[in-house]
């Protein structure tokens, strides 16, 4: 999978956010987007993952075989962020359930692992609005991270986790990432620790 964006701009109203970023990401890659609060990085993000549509430029998705559309792309990619929510009236066993109809788990990794490995197997049956903040992103992240898609995004990935639910976070990349795309959107270097390419939402002004 490669990802390219091309002189690609978002603007709310009349405020550009970001204006002609140009950028390859490849398969296997680790990227982070910087930048402070309310410069863009989630902007840029949901730019690339085609839940917000650019103002100019372009992006696009390609696998060595062919072009893939945004609707195509969304198959393969799994995407945590703060404006995404979880099914709040499911239980955890529900909330499995129902995003194992839309994505596979990575192989050898079962439902039941999956829960088990971020901490929260005593609470299966519980609802999801019972959960505490901190269970509800280890929830996000399990789906996401254990999703068998060839690219994530993340988007302030340790949000609501303690310093054990950041180990974790930390631990999930290093053992599960393979050969997947990583983007990041942060500014928390515990956050992107594995990223080698920065992107600087600064420099896009
Ligand atoms: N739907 C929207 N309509 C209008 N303005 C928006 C909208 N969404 C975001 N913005 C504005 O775009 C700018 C960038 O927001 P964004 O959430 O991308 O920043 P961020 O760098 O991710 O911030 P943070 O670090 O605080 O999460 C902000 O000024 C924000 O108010």
Sequence with gaps: MKITLDQ???RFNYDWIFRRVSATFEQGGRYAILG???????????????HLHQNEGTVTYS??????????????????????????????AESLQFHLQFKNLIPDITPADA????G????MHKQVRNFSSGMKQRLKLALTIFSDVPVLLLDEPCTNLDAAGIRLYQQLITDYSGDRMIIVSSNDEQEYFMC??????????
Excluded at 120 to 123: N, R
Excluded at 196 to 205: A, F, L, V
């Design 196 to 205: 080698p390419n920065h992107i600087r939402i600064q420099d896009y002004k």
């Design 115 to 118: 829960v088990a490995i971020v």
């Design 8 to 10: 690609t701009g978002k």
């Design 120 to 123: 929260l197997e005593k609470s």
């Design 36 to 50: 402070p609060n309310g410069s863009g990085k989630s902007t840029l993000l949901q730019v690339i993952s085609g």
């Design 63 to 92: 696998t060595p075989e062919e072009l893939l559309s945004h609707d195509q792309f969304f198959r393969h990619c799994a995407i945590a962020a703060p404006y995404l929510e979880l099914v709040e009236e499911f239980t955890l």
